[in-house]
């Protein structure tokens, strides 16, 4: 097939294709896109794509971002005017563009909005009748997560994983490290879940969050009698027993507590407070700490002789800002699992809100992503736009920071709107009658007094040179 036939057929398509080479020309623009976006091909045509649409830029232009990335978009939303200031709404794939290997340029193949909403709603529908089942078999799944949980494509993340998955088996301590949010509970869950002890307990503590002595009483348990009120109990140490025991922020914990935990770890026994006899225990220990450990360790916070028997594996979570190359796939695993939960469609997300999200620091890490997708989704119609975006995001969004300072020149009140056309009418009135006066007011339909009160009140350099 010749090219001539290859563009004859693109141009029966419903769908926009505009492909552009590695400088943004056009290279080629069918005649749906020309529908979609109120162009003829023939202007677009070898033009350059910022061009022919102003309100966009390389940063804010889905083929400019293939481009540069070389990364597809799928299903992307982006609002835009068009060069007569007309705002197109589409839902866009946008893909690298490869000729024999050689990467050339990229190309977008472009639907309208509502078309595609109504099909996504059908597939939806079609997706529950067929498949009814599938939300029973995520209740029955095991309340843990597992390492096929964990979304991430990061290199780093996946060594790591592929790691902890082969230290699961073997019983040694891990220590996981990582800014809040970046997923150490799910890390220490999947650990668990792999491991033969899966069917056994899984009991989290938090060491920051009681005082030492409480916190001993808790993990090793009492015995009636051993202090004022004290009661027969057993600790979190027996109660794990063949399971698994997570001490979150490991270093809030006291430092004579840490070494009463080194020897658990050393003899496997544990005595509860007040008792005289000694009990086997069979658990796996799991730490974690928000900081680096070499500064805790610095600052005197984790002893380091409990450091190098819990240090066996150390699994350092990198923080989301700096595996960007995961909050693409994140967002797309909330969109679908935020929607799931609340019962929605998943709504189309807009470019502004990928770009806005790409370039956020996430001091929060996944979680923070996670809440701001939920959000969204219950907020969103169809499409997940700026204004679902919490207030400290939207500020954030580069285009429309831009829209509003636009939109504050054009936009007048209706008082200004009024003042304005009254102001034009009383100008022709005058050049129509050669700023006589007492004719102007007759065509205006007021008295002479009046048109004299508000030319007073109007800005006279404009009219200037035309009264009498
Ligand atoms: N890679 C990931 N894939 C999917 N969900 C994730 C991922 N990482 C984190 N999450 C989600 O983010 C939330 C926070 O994760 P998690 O509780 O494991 O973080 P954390 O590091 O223990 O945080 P903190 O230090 O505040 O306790 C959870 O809801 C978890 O499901
Ligand atoms: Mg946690």
Known sequence: MNEVSLMMILDQLDEGVHVVDLEGNTIYYNRAMGRIEGLDPKDVLGQSLLRNFPSLSKETSTLWYVLQTRNPLVQVSQTY??????????????????????????????????????????VVQLQSELHPPLRNQAKKKSSFYSFDDIVTQSE??????????????????????GETGTGKEMVAQSIHTYSSRADGPFIAQNCAALPESLLEGILFGTVRGSFTGAVDRPGLFEQAQGGTLLLDEIDSMGLNLQAKL???LQEGRIRRLGDLREKEIDVRILATTNKPTEESIRQGLIRTDLYYRINVLETAL???????????LLIQHFLRQMADKHQRSVPTLNFDVLLTLKNHDWPGNVRELAHVIEAGVVMAEQEFGV??????????????????GKEKKSTLTLQECLRELEERMIRVALEKTEGNLTKASEQLGISRQLLQYKLRSIDYKKIQGGIK
């Open 262 to 264: 080194l020897r658990v």
């Open 318 to 328: 990198p923080p989301l800002r700096e595996r960007k190359e995961d909050i693409e």
């Open 156 to 177: 780093s993340m996946l060594v790591l994983l592929a790691k902890a998955k082969r230290a699961a088996n073997t019983g040694i301590s891990v220590l996981i490290t």
């Open 387 to 404: 204004n679902e975006l919490p207030n400290y995001l939207q500020a954030k969004a580069p285009t429309l920071k831009r829209r509003k």
């Open 81 to 122: 005017l068009n060069p007569r200031g007309e705002k197109i709404t589409s839902v866009n794939n946008t893909y690298p563009l490869y000729v024999q290997g050689e990467f050339v340029g990229a190309f977008e193949v472009t639907r309208d909005l509502s078309r595609v909403a109504r099909l996504t709603e059908q």
